[in-house]
Antibody, heavy 122, light 108 residues
């Protein structure tokens, strides 16, 4: 079993940045990638991109190019998602999800974090 | 980019069979995976690949594909199956991922 532990809820002002962490534990090797998916209130799932932690390879959805950065710290099995220039429309639950392969474009997510609520409000 | 289209809502009588569909051009090249999301919870993978159930998923869940349409079938729906169901796949380029809009399943 794999467990993905995410950081706690955040409240941010428009124009600021947020950083959400996702720490993997349990039955993990290095043969995985992490994808980030968000869900606005009452809305569906939206793919943001992915990262292969062991290589640092990243892949971002076009919509977020320029204001989204994924990083990884292999020593702690953690990945981080930073979204900048926040707008009210970025209010959402942000999920990390494991891809059981070295692929940032895979759509197979076998384990998910519990989600982190990010609220953007003035 | 490409889109995946799902019916917004479907209902099924308890114990009956229901099919939830997902339509998109990229499904001619890539399998759809299916996720179940209950209210207030994170999504859970229920079907992936040709028709594979992860460990712990009941065998009443099955998947299939015909042309550009993928389907999730629940044979003998239970009350606990009431949830939102999402399909996903790669887009036409194969480099990005797309999700369907979700189908809310009500078990009557």
């Amino acid at each position: 079993q794999v467990h993905l532990m995410q950081s706690g809820a955040e409240v941010k002002k428009p124009g600021s940045s947020v950083r959400v962490s996702c720490k993997a534990s349990g039955d993990t090797s290095s043969d995985y990638a992490i994808s980030w998916v968000r869900q606005a209130p009452g809305q569906g799932l939206e793919w943001m991109g992915g990262i292969i932690p062991i290589f640092g390879t990243v892949n971002y959805a076009q919509k977020f190019q320029g204001r989204l950065t994924f990083t990884a710290d292999e020593s702690t099995s953690s990945v981080y998602m930073e979204l900048r220039s926040l707008k009210s429309e970025d209010t959402a639950i942000y999920y990390c999800a494991r891809i059981p392969a070295h692929s940032t474009s895979s759509h197979l997510y076998d384990f998910w974090g519990h989600g982190t609520l990010v609220t953007v409000s003035s | 980019s490409s889109e995946l289209t799902q019916d917004p809502a479907v209902s099924v009588a308890l114990g009956q069979t229901v099919k939830i569909t997902c339509q998109g051009d990229s499904l001619g090249s890539y399998y759809a995976n299916w996720y179940q999301q209950k209210a207030g919870q994170a999504p859970v993978l229920v079907i992936y690949g040709r028709n594979i159930r992860p460990s712990g998923i009941p065998d009443r869940f099955s998947g299939s594909t015909s042309g550009n349409t993928a389907s999730l079938t629940i044979t003998g729906a239970q009350a606990e199956d009431e949830a939102e169901y999402y399909c996903n796949s790669r887009d036409n380029s194969g480099d990005h991922v797309v999700f369907g809009g979700g189908t809310k399943l009500t078990v009557l």
